[in-house]
């Protein structure tokens, strides 16, 4: 399977342990962030501390039958049922309520996939749409935060740059804000009242990516039932954003030249060629004039996408914009709880301008999410819930697997576990966790020890870890850390 990845969340609630797990990992395999419950009563605890995108719902819990949870989560987000007793009327019933879409166990994991895409699709832009009407200049609550030298440059060259019509590309490190850049290059573009269409060129086949841009006619394939209009004709007048463009293969990196140089494509199974009146705003976090020398990537595309290039700084390079960040996404999560901003502690404070941010804003927001989980009822985040935050690492250290070593607990406090990074000879690496670590919380240590070790090689990364390339990557993205 491939999806787009986070922000892209999805909450699994299926009741079925077996079928629970194997969601949960084909879907994390394939870049979601996710989380699972087997209960309704779970599940409404689940969505306000994970906050998914979309929720995939099993219509018979063991708490909860028909669709009565249906109804309570439709407004806010897509949801896509699930049953093992489908039948039209259900189907039917189901998308009067609100179902995004409507899916019949045992579950076809390609169908699947196709379904979650077009509904987080849909969604987002109808989200866009809304923002749209209710917002000057498309400004949205996700706009550009910071008043650091290098982010008062980064939104006049946006506001230059946006009201012509040239192609963009963006390059910054993973979790440095990209998209957000390539939001408001659009908001200030007099393309601003279209849509503006991402797509990842991250995790998509070479095979799917073909059809998600340029659509595809009747039979072109096995499975393509009708004609599906691709995203260049979604972005019809507006803006296509094509995310992590330096992943894309050969063969697309051709067709995509062809679009650029003529503004004309075809669809997958067409005989004839269509216009797309598009303006093409790219993003990597790859070092694209570095893979043309290597024959990695196409000469004429860069140049044709290097029209106009915006470097967006990375979080260890706008100290003064950390505390910033930190109140909004405080004041945003709150906001929409329905609760009083929380404070931030002294020592809180120097911990989070401390701090190097290898994963960036997106690491900063996850980091603060946490925090205000932990805080509970109380009143400021203190140190304390600053307990995914881990001190620099030492370089030259090689690594062994984490061990898990039991260790005394403080009175009063839960237990303590130790996790290990042992080296040959006298190094030892040792990672405390209060309480009982998830394998979450351990596999992004481990990942940041690596990291650190390999001085962000993706691909020593991968081989210690014993995985592909592409799924370090995609664990690195998952946890908000790596370049």
């Known amino acids: 399977m491939s999806t787009p990845k986070s922000p892209n969340s999805i909450l699994v609630v299926e009741d079925d342990p077996v079928l629970n797990r194997l969601l949960v990992k084909e879907l994390r395999k394939a870049g979601y962030e996710i989380s699972s419950a087997a209960s309704w009563a779970e599940a409404r605890e689940r969505i306000v501390s994970f906050a998914p995108n979309l929720v995939l719902l099993d219509m018979k819990l063991p708490d909860a039958e028909g669709f009565g949870p249906l109804t309570e989560i439709a407004h806010s987000r897509p949801v896509v049922m699930l049953t093992a007793y489908g039948s039209v009327l259900h189907a039917v019933e189901a998308m009067r309520l609100g179902a995004a879409d409507y899916l019949i166990k045992p579950v076809n994991l390609d169908e699947l996939e196709l379904v979650l895409r077009r509904a987080l699709e849909e969604n987002q832009l109808h989200t866009q749409k809304e923002l749209r009407s209710s917002e000057v200049h498309g400004r949205s609550q996700d706009a550009l935060i910071g008043e650091s030298p290098a982010m008062l440059r980064l939104k006049q060259t946006i506001r230059s740059v946006g009201q012509s019509d040239v192609t963009v590309l963006i390059q910054g490190e993973s979790g440095s804000g ?3 850049v390539a939001q408001a290059v659009h908001a200030n573009s007099p393309r601003q009242r279209e849509n503006l269409v991402p797509i990842d060129c991250c995790t998509l086949q070479e095979s799917l990516f073909e059809s998600e841009l340029f659509g595809h006619e009747r039979g072109a394939f096995t499975g393509a039932d009708r004609r599906k209009q691709g995203l260049i004709e979604a972005a019809a007048q507006g803006t296509l954003f094509l995310d992590e463009i330096g992943e894309i293969g050969p063969a697309i990196q051709a067709k995509l030249l062809r679009v650029l140089e003529t503004g004309r494509f075809r669809r997958v199974g067409a005989t004839a060629d269509l216009r797309g009146d598009v303006r093409i705003v790219a993003a990597t976090n790859r070092n694209l004039a570095s893979q043309v020398s290597k024959g990695l990537f196409r000469e004429d ?5 290097s029209t106009f290039v915006i470097d967006v700084p990375p ?15 405080i004041h945003r999560r709150r906001h929409s709880q329905g609760l009083p901003v ?13 701090y190097a ?6 690491e900063l927001r996850n980091v603060i999410e946490r925090a205000i989980i932990l805080v509970g009822m109380g009143d400021t985040i203190d140190l304390a819930h600053l307990t995914s935050l881990t001190p620099g690492l ?9 061990e898990l070593e039991s260790a005394p607990s403080l009175a009063g406090n839960p237990p303590v576990l130790q996790v290990v990074a042992e080296a040959p000879g006298p190094l030892t690496k040792t990672q405390v966790f209060q309480g009982e670590p998830t394998l979450e919380a351990i596999e992004r240590d481990y990942l940041l020890i690596l990291l ?12 210690a870890l014993g995985v592909s390339e592409r799924t370090a990557y995609r664990m690195m993205d998952r946890h908000g850390v790596g370049n």
């Open 357 to 362: 941010w290898p994963g960036n804003v997106r």
């Open 315 to 329: 979080l260890r390079e706008r100290v003064s914009d950390i505390m910033l960040l930190a109140h909004h996404f």
């Open 394 to 402: 030492p370089t030259g250290l090689a690594l062994r697997p984490y």
């Open 301 to 305: 595309l860069y140049y044709r996408l």
């Open 452 to 463: 650190n070790r390999y001085k962000g090689n993706r691909c020593k990364v991968a081989r």
């Open 342 to 354: 929380l404070a931030i502690g002294g020592a809180a404070s120097e911990r989070l301008c401390a």
């Open 178 to 180: 990209k998209e957000l």
